[in-house]
Nanobody, 113 residues
Framework: QVQLVESGGGLVQPGGSLRLSCAAS?????IGWYRQAPGKERELVAT???????NYADSVKGRFIISRDNAKNTVYLQMNSLKSEDTAVYYC??????????WGQGTQVTVSL
């Protein structure tokens, strides 16, 4: 059974930084982060392929950086200059080499004074 273990969420003040991590139990073609704020649909934040090709939501470009360690099957999301509108549950999602999709259980990020 594929597992995605997320960590790094928490409470931070506006303008602050957080780093999320997600370790997958399998090798992944692509892996990334989505988020869901209360009352809103889940949306893409950033993804990265095994070859290092990245994709970012416009709302986080220039503030968030996604990276991965293929040897550890782990993805990282460095979130800088956080805003209150970044508050959401952040979910890790990966696609394995059989093209199956898997989701993590989510980690809460709250940006508030």
């Amino acid at each position: 059974q594929v597992q995605l273990v997320e960590s790094g969420g928490g409470l931070v003040q506006p303008g602050g930084s957080l780093r999320l991590s997600c370790a997958a139990s399998v090798r992944t073609i692509s892996i990334g982060w989505y988020r869901q704020a209360p009352g809103k649909e889940r949306e893409l934040v950033a993804t990265i392929t095994s070859g290092g090709i990245t994709n970012y939501a416009d709302s986080v470009k220039g503030r968030f950086i996604i990276s991965r360690d293929n040897a550890k099957n782990t993805v990282y999301l460095q979130m800088n200059s956080l805003k209150s509108e970044d508050t959401a549950v952040y979910y890790c999602r990966c696609r394995d080499y059989q093209l199956a999709l898997y989701w993590g259980q989510g980690t809460q990020v709250t940006v508030s004074l």
